[in-house]
């Protein structure tokens, strides 16, 4: 089946009442509540664009079947299949303005991952690696949005997932069933989870020998019974009004905990069962990592050229880019988005050719961006709050326009190079962006949506291939043996 519509992903969401709580009450259908309303149009533009003649080429290509189905799902062989899955990325992404983090194409990269590296799978054993390539090619088919829930919830950290202060308090498998195995406990952060077809589970490294029972990758339609979504409080509810807070009011991504109440997991629909090493292993060895940064570069990528672009807007509205250190701040933002850009490319032109014939993006550069963007990130959002300052805050509301006082407001509110009106909104998009809290979640979404950081920093530097440096650094201390040369 080819790649789908809006109206297709409408019609599979009202299909799948799911168990969603929001606000304590349980929605029968997420289609027809306010929270979900604007979040479900936006990812129906997404799929429409896959059926609009200037994208279609783009977003969509032929596999294996005959059919059209997504870029994203597409396994590369060449570097010309990195280039195309490039482009289509940077669609969905402009699109969204790279605030739509988990748009369809992030998991359907993983998904990707995962067939091309179903070898990885079989240690476990062969039924293992014929489920994941089935799966990808059932998604595929019917170009389902996935969510996924990778991590433990926030209880005792200082704790492995075993040894909770309650037993199964972390997801885990209960007991077993000739139909599949049965999981209780909890897992977050499920971003898209209450307006998603189907939920991936998987670990990140890091379960100790012991905890087979937390040794589990699996997917599930979101309406499986006992899977139950208790959702964060939305930022809109429907009722922000876009000429308020433009940004808040049309890219919410709903978050949610997903709870496994008893629930069954059918064996065709388990990719790895109780095996601690392999869990621990999936994430390396499978090129994850490669698949997915490749994505989540190029979009964060977008998020930082949106991010400036606003930036520089406002200090030229009321020309605070005449001052020194204000360029300098300006610079800095430029040389991050010249900085990204390189290393995408770099990691595209040096690809990786698995024994398989499928290429990847080159690993080296894409960790950096995947640890040094959770930096980047925030640090646009601050420079952008100090050339903003008061500023930010100081806005009419849009009413004020249409007002008695509107002469008041259109003279106070001028900016050197824009009109009252044109000035007031460039300020709403940066507060919306850099102070509300839809601002906060998308500034907290690029630190940790890849993973803690500080400990992603430090793997790399354990990983990374030392000796370049290493050996300059011990050529130079021979100096202090060697004879100085005179110029005699
Ligand atoms: C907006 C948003 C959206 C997200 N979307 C998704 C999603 O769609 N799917 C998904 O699966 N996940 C998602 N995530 C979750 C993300 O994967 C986690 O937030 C991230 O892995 C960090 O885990 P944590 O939040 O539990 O923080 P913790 O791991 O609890 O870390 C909290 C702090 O304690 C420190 N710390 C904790 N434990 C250790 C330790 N053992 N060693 C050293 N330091 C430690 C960390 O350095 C950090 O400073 C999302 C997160 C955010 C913020």
Known sequence: MPARTGAQYLEGLRA???????????????????????P??????????????????????????????????????????????????????????????????????T???????????????????????????????HDLLLTHALIPPQNDRSRTSGDQQAPFLHMGIVRETSDGPVLRGARMLATLGPIADEVLVYSLPGLRPGEEAHAIVFALPIDTPGLRQICRPPYDRGDLDPAEHPLASHFEECDSLIVFDD??????????????????????????????????????????????GVLMQIAQAVKTDVHLHVQDLLGECVNDIEIVKSCIARSEFEYE???????????????????????????????????GAGGLLMVPSAADFDSPIAEDVRKYYQGAAAPALARTRLYKLAWDLAGDAFGMRQLQYERYYNGDPVRTTAGHYQSYDKSTCLDLAQRALQLFDAPAVTGD
């Not at 189905?69 to 590369?76: Q, V």
């Not at 067939?115 to 059932?138: L, N, P, S």
């Not at 990719?271 to 392999?278: A, K, S």
């Open 263 to 308: 629930v069954l997991v059918p064996w065709e629909r388990v990719f790895l069962y109780r095996d601690v090493d392999l869990c621990n292993a999936l994430y390396p060895d499978s090129n994850l990592r490669q698949y997915t940064g490749h994505q989540t570069a190029v979009r964060g990528l977008v998020k930082l050229e949106f991010a400036v």
């Open 16 to 38: 799948h009442p799911r168990d969603v709580w929001l606000g304590g009450r349980r929605l029968e259908d997420v289609t027809a509540h306010p929270a979900f309303r604007r």
């Open 40 to 109: 479900i149009a936006r990812l129906a533009r997404l799929y429409d664009l896959q059926h609009d003649p200037a994208h279609a080429g783009t977003l969509t290509c032929v596999d294996e079947t005959g059919d059209r189905t997504g870029t994203a799902f597409l396994i590369p062989r060449t570097y010309d299949d990195l280039v195309a899955r490039h482009r289509a990325f940077r669609v969905w992404a402009e699109d969204t303005f790279g605030l739509m983090g988990r748009s369809p194409d992030f998991l359907n990269c």
């Open 111 to 141: 998904l990707a991952a995962f067939a091309d590296a179903a070898d990885v799978f079989a240690r476990g054993g062969q039924r293992y690696a014929d489920h994941i390539r089935r799966y990808y090619e059932y998604v595929r088919a």
């Open 353 to 387: 050719t698995t024994p398989r014939g499928t290429v990847r993006p080159a690993f080296e550069p894409l960790i950096t961006l995947r640890t040094w963007l959770p930096r980047v990130y925030p640090r646009i959002i601050e420079i952008l709050q100090i050339v």
